[in-house]
Structures are given as C-alpha cells and as structure tokens.
T-cell receptor, first 115, second 110 residues
Framework: DSGVTQTPKHLITATGQRVTLRCSPR?????VYWYQQSLDQGLQFLIH???????AKGNILERFSAQQFPDLHSELNLSSLELGDSALYFC??????????????FGEGSRLTVL | GQSLEQPSEVTAVEGAIVQINCTYQ??????LSWYQQHDGGAPTFLSY????GLEETGRFSSFLSRSDSYGYLLLQELQMKDSASYFC???????????FGKGTTLSVSS
C-alpha cells in the first residue's frame, strides 16, 4: 500500500459526459501527479500540482482539467468524454516539488470506461 | 523533450537472468528510474541511477551510462512473480515530472 488513495476504482460512463477522479496523496506529500495509461500504452504524464499550484503540464487535453485543494487532495476533471478517453488514470505523489530520487508513489488507479 | 526506447517484450524461464535495456534522449538529464507494474496494478518504484555504474538491490540491479544515454535493469534468479511490465523513466527538463517509456512486458515461464 503506497498510501495514495484514488476514487472511484472503476467508472463506466457514456460519450459526452463529465467525470471527476479524486486523489489523496500520502500524508505529508505536497506534490500530486496525474498519469493516463491506455491499453498497451505507457504512462502518459498529464499534470503536476505542488502545494495547490500547477507546476508542470504534459499531454493533457483541453477537455481535461485538474486542481489541488488546500487539504492537498486533487481532482482530475474529464469532460466531453470520448471513447478514446477510456484508460487507467493514475495519481502519484511525492514529498518535494522536484523529484530528487526519481521516486513516485502511485495509487491503484481509476479505470474509466467510456461507452 | 524526452524520449525513451525499450523493448516491448522479453521472455525468460524461471531461474534465468534477463536484461531490459533503455535508451533515452532528453534535453536535461538528472537520472534514470525503473518501475514495475503488475497487470493493471499500481506502478512501484524499483531503482534510480543518477551516476554511472551499477546499483544492486537484491535480485534486481540497475545500470547507467550517461555518456551513452543508456541504462538497463537486470533481473536475476527469475521467479514467476517477476512477470510484469517494467518501465524506465527520466525527469523532464525542469525536474518536475517523470516521463516514462512505453514499457517492457516480461513473461517468465516454468
């Protein structure tokens, strides 16, 4: 158990809908990262928040947005969903803003299925 | 930007040794990480090399050559439970995100 909690574990929805994925980082970690993993694909970096502020942006679509709240939990909002958005969405956390040891702690992921 | 290349699949038998290679291109290099992911599960951190050479942690070792932009993960005394996907990763230029390769699926058979 990494200490990172993600909800929901599974989500099935229809095209055009909007969903929110939630992540609670490990106790004491200020950084939260979101990754998308599609079938047979690697982990695609989406976005990084540190202590409530956006720090880095990857290949995140305009239909997607995220935020980190004062209690450090984060939410990833996916809107106007398309079939291709079906994927595993992982949240990860680290203590510092910079990854000095290359180590992230990943949650178990949220599996999104868009029908 | 960053790009990483690793083989898509590797197969081996129990008790054998397997090496998973990773070559990378990045505009600013800090170090090379390795992660293990069992089918659909959470990726877990295995190792991080910032300097050239071999780092050993039990049955797993990781090597880095900064001059060759190359590293590998060495798994010894393979067990069935080692069947998983293995990802190499580097930091982005600002050091604020890990960029992963597409992963290598290791299948261990008896």
């Amino acid at each position: 158990d990494s200490g990172v909690t993600q909800t929901p574990k599974h989500l099935i929805t229809a095209t055009g809908q909007r969903v929110t994925l939630r992540c609670s980082p490990r106790s004491g970690d200020l950084s939260v990262y979101w990754y998308q993993q599609s079938l047979d694909q690697g982990l695609q970096f989406l976005i990084h928040y540190y202590n409530g502020e956006e720090r880095a942006k990857g290949n995140i679509l305009e239909r997607f947005s995220a935020q980190q709240f004062p209690d450090l939990h984060s939410e990833l909002n996916l809107s106007s969903l398309e079939l291709g958005d079906s994927a595993l969405y992982f949240c990860a956390s680290s203590e510092t803003q910079g990854l000095l040891t290359g180590e992230l702690f990943f949650g178990e992921g949220s599996r999104l299925t868009v029908l | 930007g960053q790009s990483l290349e690793q083989p898509s699949e590797v197969t081996a038998v129990e008790g054998a040794i397997v090496q998973i290679n990773c070559t990378y291109q990045t505009s600013g290099f800090y170090g090379l990480s390795w992660y293990q992911q069992h089918d659909g599960g959470a990726p877990t951190f295995l190792s991080y090399n910032a300097l050239d050479g071999l780092e050993e942690t039990g049955r797993f070792s990781s090597f880095l050559s900064r001059s060759d932009s190359y590293g590998y993960l060495l798994l010894q005394e393979l067990q069935m439970k080692d069947s998983a996907s293995y990802f190499c990763a580097v930091l982005n230029q600002a050091g604020t995100a890990l960029i992963f390769g597409k992963g290598t699926t290791l299948s261990v058979s008896s």
